[in-house]
């Protein structure tokens, strides 16, 4: 059976929440498709110590801060999932679960969706299915030939997982960082883990008072230069790579976090820099960031350079009646960030009001 609605969002992580409120207030006739089974988006799946880089008022979605959690400056992953919840439920957004979107194609003047669980027909689509989803990994040469385990940043959860192991994390950017702070501060266990950490370039940490919502300050001064035709001002990357969250700080400052090279190639033991040094390893885990998950959209043939959609803010440039929301700065300032994932939300609902009416 297909059902005909005026918008259907794809997603219901922040970003599809955040469009829902939007388009709630709009008086849109509209649902969210997810595939999880529970609310929370990527947050029901990050490693155990993960907090954000902000206190929880610059952390919130559009019309509900979101509120302290008790004894924590900076909320941990499952403070957000109940925030989340709670943010689904206080509006009454029509989140249906547990569906999988498998394609979106033209059908007339409709976009026409297609599921595990039935096909809807909706004048305007908004993608938020965010990145989570499609990890990626280099194609370092020798990968495939290590014998020992090898994780994606989505993969981890705990230190207790690898005691005692040797452990090689590859990546300098939040997640890296991070975790390897996270295996070396670990005092849970009585075997230390031996970490060899390995940015892949130069570790550059943000002053230490920078927070989330600072960096949402910066990613938007930058749009609105690029807008107004003015110098590029470089947003947060012109900042640092790392947001340098309290136990960032504890492990570097107490040189913990001892960055190397990056090496040519994986062993089937270990890995191997250019001069012939070489490391052994138990474990390896890839902190190399994501793709966008956009598969669903491969029909209408819109994949631009690095597998970007080109948009004009959230609106896909060869499809009016599609937009991508908090997929990254391409769609909208800190867009893939709570707080910055309100604005961009906002300006594609109105633009979906217009185009309707």
């Known amino acids: 059976m297909t ?11 922040q970003a599809g929440l955040a469009a829902g409120y939007h388009l709630r207030r709009l008086g849109l006739d509209f649902l969210v498709l ?34 302290p959690q008790p004894g924590e400056t900076h909320p941990d ?22 569906v999988r979107v498998e394609a979106v194609r033209r059908d007339g003047e409709y976009l026409r969706v297609e599921t595990d669980s039935g096909t809807w027909r909706a004048r305007s689509v908004i993608s938020a299915t965010g990145t989570w989803s499609r990890p990626f990994v280099p194609a370092v040469p020798g990968r495939t030939e ?18 005692g192991q040797r452990v090689i994390v590859v990546g300098g950017g939040n997640s890296g960082a991070q975790i390897a702070a996270d295996l070396v501060l670990d005092t849970d266990t009585d075997t230390d883990t031996d970490l060899t950490w390995v940015p892949l370039r130069e570790p550059r940490y943000l002053a230490d008072d920078i927070d989330g919502r600072a960096l949402f ?24 790579d790392i947001v340098a969250v309290p136990p960032v700080r504890e492990a570097r400052d107490a040189g913990l976090l001892k960055a190397q090279p990056m090496f040519t ?9 250019a001069d012939g040094t070489h490391v052994d390893a138990d474990s390896i885990i890839w902190c190399t960031g994501f793709r966008p998950a956009l598969a669903h959209l491969a029909p209408l043939g819109l994949r631009g350079p690095r597998g970007h959609i080109p948009t004009a803010g959230t609106r896909a440039l060869g499809e009016p009646r599609l937009h991508l ?33």
Do not use: N
Request: glycine share 12%.
């Open 217 to 240: 300050d910066h990613a938007t001064a930058r749009r609105r230069a690029l807008d107004e035709g003015r110098t590029d001002t470089g947003g947060v990357a012109s900042l640092g």
């Open 265 to 273: 190639r994986v062993t089937p033991t270990g890995v191997e820099w």
């Open 34 to 67: 997810d595939v999880q089974a529970h609310p929370g988006g990527a947050w029901r799946h990050t490693w155990d110590s993960l907090h954000l880089f902000s206190p929880a008022a610059y952390s919130s979605l559009p019309g509900r801060l979101m509120p």
């Open 146 to 163: 290590f014998k020992g385990t090898q994780l994606h940043t989505v993969e981890y959860r705990r230190p207790a997982d690898l005691t």
């Open 77 to 98: 992953a499952d403070h957000v999932v109940a925030y989340l919840t709670d943010y689904e439920q206080r509006y009454e957004l029509p989140v249906v679960r547990s």
């Open 3 to 13: 059902q005909a609605v005026d918008v259907v969002v794809i997603g219901g992580g």
């Open 325 to 357: 929301l908090g997929y990254g700065d391409w769609t909208g300032p800190a867009s893939a960030t709570l707080i910055g994932v309100g604005r961009p939300a906002r300006d594609a609902a109105r633009q979906i009001a217009q185009l309707l009416r």
